[in-house]
C-alpha cells in the first residue's frame, strides 16, 4: 500500500498518531529527513537522522511494552531494518536513498503506526 508522499516533506495533521510526545517525535524524524534531501552531502545530517529517528524508536517501543501491545516484536524488528538501512549509508546521499526515507517514513506511520492509534 502506498500513500502520498507530502511536498513539501513536512509533518501534517494527516500524520498525527493521537500521542502528543509520539508526534513531535514523528515531526523531527520528517525535518532531519526533509534537512538531508536539501544537504545530501551532509554527513553531520545525516548522523542527526539516526540518532532522532533510534531516540524515537525507543520511545515508541516502550510504550508499546507498557501498554502489553501485541504487535510489539514485530514493530521493533521494523524499526531496526530502518536503523540499520540508515546506519549503511553514507554522505552524499543519492535521490534514490531519500526517495526511499521519505517513502519508508509516511508508509510506516499511516501503514504501520496507526495501528496502534488508541492502544497505548
Not at 511536498?7 to 514523528?26: C, G, K, L, Q, T
Not at 524515537?56 to 524499526?79: G, L, P, Q, R, W
Request: aromatic share 12%; glycine share 4%; charged share 30%.
Amino acid at each position: 500500500m502506498s500513500f502520498e508522499i507530502p511536498d513539501p516533506y513536512v509533518w501534517d495533521e494527516s500524520f498525527r498518531v493521537m500521542y502528543d510526545n509520539i508526534d513531535a517525535e514523528h515531526k523531527a524524524i520528517f525535518e532531519c529527513i526533509f534537512n538531508c534531501a536539501k544537504d545530501p552531502a551532509n554527513a553531520g545530517l545525516l548522523t542527526k537522522l539516526y540518532d532522532v529517528t533510534d531516540d524515537h524508536f525507543k520511545d515508541e517501543e516502550s510504550m508499546m511494552v507498557k501498554a502489553s501491545y501485541s504487535d510489539t516484536a514485530n514493530h521493533k524488528v521494523i524499526h531496526n531494518g530502518f536503523l540499520a538501512k540508515i546506519k549503511s549509508l553514507k554522505a552524499p546521499l543519492d535521490d534514490a536513498s531519500i526517495k526511499w526515507a521519505k517513502e519508508w517514513l509516511v508508509g510506516h506511520i499511516k501503514g504501520i503506526d496507526f495501528k496502534y492509534k488508541g492502544k497505548l
